[in-house]
């Protein structure tokens, strides 16, 4: 379908005509992609023409997430054939709309205020048996590209150093008690086993393994003396 041609007659067949009746000013050249409050870029059309000139943009410009929002808000807020919501137009905007909204596209992934109230929220939320299983399936099998290992090391370089106030609270948060009193079975040692093999430490990792147990050896010998 030349939705080109059709936006095109719209607009032409506006154009030559005089509406008596109720009308909506319409942008042929949206200002989200540069058009501007002037007489040759405005046109009268009626309701439903309108409704369907932002449908043909949309697909004109696919991904456009300001078009998929108007055409959304023109859906959803106006009475469309004899009072009834165009299912299936509504339907194919919502989902244009939730795709061009994924992955680095969302601004809500961009807002560091945003991300720190979402974590205010799961702070000490409990997750069912139901819903860790389903992670756990998701993340089965998964491997990450080499871009994306090399985005995560970049930002681990950039994360900030943890505050002594940081510090000071994971010392006093409670022990993890899961494993207390329980034994890896032999087949998840196998398992571990397996997938250690053939890897090699670097230095640094050994020498960073040698300073931890030294603490650790520190920290005992300091509670003995205390106890």
């Not at 945003?114 to 929220?121: D, G, P």
């Not at 571990?192 to 230095?203: C, D, I, N, P, Y």
């Amino acid at each position: 379908m030349n939705y080109q041609q059709i936006y095109y007659n719209l607009i032409q067949r506006a154009r030559n005509r005089e509406i008596l009746g109720y009308s909506e000013k319409h942008h042929i050249i949206p200002k989200c992609l540069g058009g501007e409050d002037t007489k040759d870029n405005l046109v009268k059309l009626y309701p439903e023409e309108h409704y369907l000139a932002h449908l043909i943009l949309c697909k004109l410009n696919s991904g456009n997430q300001k078009l998929l929002y108007a055409a959304m808000n023109m859906t959803t807020g106006s009475m469309i054939n004899n009072g009834k919501r165009n299912n299936k137009a509504y339907g194919w905007l919502r989902r244009q709309y939730a795709e061009s909204m994924t992955g680095d596209n969302n601004p809500n992934r961009k807002n560091p205020k945003i991300q720190k109230e979402a974590a205010k929220k799961r702070c000490g939320q409990k997750r069912t048996e139901e819903t860790k299983q389903r992670m756990s399936l998701a993340q089965k099998g998964r491997a990450f590209g080499e871009e994306t290992k090399i985005k995560m090391a970049d930002a681990a370089k950039k994360r900030p150093p943890i505050s002594e106030e940081t510090r000071t609270k994971l010392k006093q948060r409670k022990p993890n008690t899961y494993w207390t009193g329980k034994q890896m079975s032999d087949e998840t040692k196998e398992k571990m086993a397996v997938s250690r093999k053939g890897k090699k430490m670097s230095e640094e990792a050994r020498e960073k393994m040698r300073v931890a147990a030294k603490i650790r050896e520190e920290n005992k010998r300091k509670q003995k003396e205390t106890a």
